[in-house]
Nanobody, 118 residues
Framework: QVELVESGGGLVQAGGSLRLSCAASGGTFRSYAMGWFRQAPGKEREFVATIRTGGRTYYADSVKGRFTIFRDNAKNTVYLQMNSLKPEDTAVYYC????????????WGQGTQVTVSS
């Protein structure tokens, strides 16, 4: 059973940066595609970014050029570097694991709050 634990959220002013981390345990991390999602109050959860096992990355248009997803397989950790943050980036951020690369996410973390003040 894979467990995902996010950290690194917090309060930041617009234009600032945060780095989120997601540590995985209990599985074969290097074989999973990993993704970041977010959910703002009153809104549906939305895709933010994903990194495949070979390192290819994909981003939502709303974060492209500002956010970077990367992984350290030796540490079983995936990161989301968030720069030039905007108030509309305020949300709970979740990481997720896609075990077989079918873009269906099988395991989710508990989430970490990111709040961007204007």
């Amino acid at each position: 059973q894979v467990e995902l634990v996010e950290s690194g959220g917090g309060l930041v002013q617009a234009g600032g940066s945060l780095r989120l981390s997601c540590a995985a345990s209990g599985g074969t991390f290097r074989s999973y595609a990993m993704g970041w999602f977010r959910q703002a109050p009153g809104k549906e959860r939305e895709f933010v970014a994903t990194i495949r096992t070979g390192g290819r990355t994909y981003y939502a248009d709303s974060v492209k050029g500002r956010f970077t997803i990367f992984r350290d397989n030796a540490k079983n950790t995936v990161y989301l570097q968030m720069n030039s943050l905007k108030p509309e980036d305020t949300a709970v951020y979740y990481c997720a694991a896609d075990y077989v690369g079918d873009r269906e996410y099988d395991c989710w973390g508990q989430g970490t709050q990111v709040t961007v003040s204007s």
